[in-house]
């Protein structure tokens, strides 16, 4: 027996908010097939690819235990599967060679779906190398490659310092057409949630609700009993907050059983059914091009 499932036309200027509802719907169905059931992502009905959608798509594919085959895959839609790397994500893991690796693609407008150890003695090192990659592709301006430095710093440290995953995974996309760089980093670590159940600075009633353990990491809390760590907690509200204030773009994160959206219209936070989560943490920054020249990252980042 097999399990069809048609995949849903996400177009890259779906909000973001629809692009995680038909993600799920994806997620969803592959998880209720029959254990047994081979499963088949059908693609005849899509044509371009929103870059969260995509890469989620990706990444849950590659963590499932279930064999998901792929059919009706149009020869221009293959070119960009095998492009992006959607079937088995690019090994960055050698920091002598990530920036060689890597520039094969300075002249494209997309980064492929990436794979890197967290270990300390090479995390900086690809870091540094992808930043330098989407700054040069995407010719950002000279007072936002410091921004976009932190912005991706800060979140990739974060699969190193709480995630307790071996390996995260990143993905960018260029869009001329809205002058923005659409970035998606994850992990498959303990979510959020999982790193403050481990660190038991929280008590129980405190943990039972993943949308408000979300809500203070998000307001600056740690799960490092240390001062000043108590201020950063996960980098995320400065992060945020530079983001969409500072620099009118939009924020989301997925973590275990719930998820965080920030953009222009505002901001909200919401659980997902019991049946439905993401194992670890999957991040996207939409990042635009086109901010005052007066922008100061400082001004958001002064709390550190």
Request: hydrophobic share 40%; glycine share 6%.
């Amino acid at each position: 027996m097999s399990t069809l499932i048609t995949i849903p036309p996400v177009e890259r200027d779906t909000r973001i908010g629809s692009v995680f509802n038909m993600l799920f719907v994806v997620i969803n169905s592959t998880e209720a097939a029959c254990v047994y059931d081979e499963v088949i992502w059908d693609f005849s009905e899509t044509h371009f690819f929103h870059p969260f959608f995509i890469c989620g798509l990706s990444l849950y594919r590659k963590h499932s235990n279930r064999i998901i085959k792929i059919e009706g895959v149009k020869p221009y839609t293959r070119r960009y599967l095998d492009a992006i790397n959607f079937n088995d994500p690019l090994s960055v893991n050698d920091p002598n060679e990530v920036e060689i690796l890597l520039n094969r693609y300075l002249s494209k407008s997309y980064i492929p779906i990436c794979k890197f150890n967290t270990s300390e003695s090479t995390i900086d090192s690809v870091t540094s190398a992808l930043q330098n990659i989407i700054q040069r592709q995407c010719e950002v301006p000279s007072h936002l490659i410091s921004a976009l430095s932190y912005l991706i710093g800060e979140l990739v440290a974060n699969i190193h310092d709480h995630s307790g995953s071996e390996h995260g995974y990143m993905f960018s996309q260029y869009s001329r057409k809205d002058k923005c760089i659409n970035v998606c980093i994850a992990d498959f670590g303990v979510s959020i949630y999982g790193s403050f159940a481990k660190s038991r600075i929280l008590n129980d009633i405190e943990l039972s609700n993943e949308g408000a353990v979300l809500n203070l990491a998000l307001n600056h809390k740690s799960t490092k009993n240390l001062p000043n760590a108590e201020n950063r907690g996960y980098g995320l509200p400065t992060t945020k907050n530079m983001l969409v204030k500072g620099m009118k773009g939009e924020f989301f994160i997925l973590s275990g059983g719930a998820f965080h959206r920030h953009d222009r219209s505002g901001e909200a936070t919401a659980v997902l059914p019991k049946r439905l989560s993401w194992d670890g943490t999957i991040i996207l920054l939409r990042i635009p091009l086109l901010v005052a020249e007066n922008f100061n990252y400082l001004k958001y980042a002064e709390r550190l």
